[in-house]
């Protein structure tokens, strides 16, 4: 059977920095808690681009045939 995948997909990546925002916007938070939360979202973030730089190569790949951009007349 394979291994399920570790890495978080782009949406639930999306979804886990709504829910950091919500907490940090909370007045209740304690300030450790919002380090934490701060530090969780760059990590969040960081690889929500990576996501995004691996998505707009691949699509940059399809897009050329022969090593060169495809362009319609």
């Known amino acids: 059977m394979p ?5 978080p997909t782009f ?3 999306l979804s ?3 829910a ?5 916007e909370d007045p ?3 300030l450790e808690q919002s ?3 701060f530090e969780q979202g760059v ?3 960081r690889q929500a681009q990576q996501a995004l730089q691996t998505a707009e190569q691949k699509v940059q790949l399809l897009l050329e045939k022969d090593g060169k951009p495809v362009t319609q007349a």
């Open 16 to 18: 886990q920095l709504e």
């Open 3 to 7: 291994k399920k995948s570790t890495v």
């Open 20 to 24: 950091l925002t919500t907490r940090l």
């Open 28 to 30: 209740e938070t304690s």
């Open 35 to 37: 380090l934490q939360d």
């Open 11 to 13: 949406a639930e990546t």
């Open 43 to 45: 990590q969040l973030i």
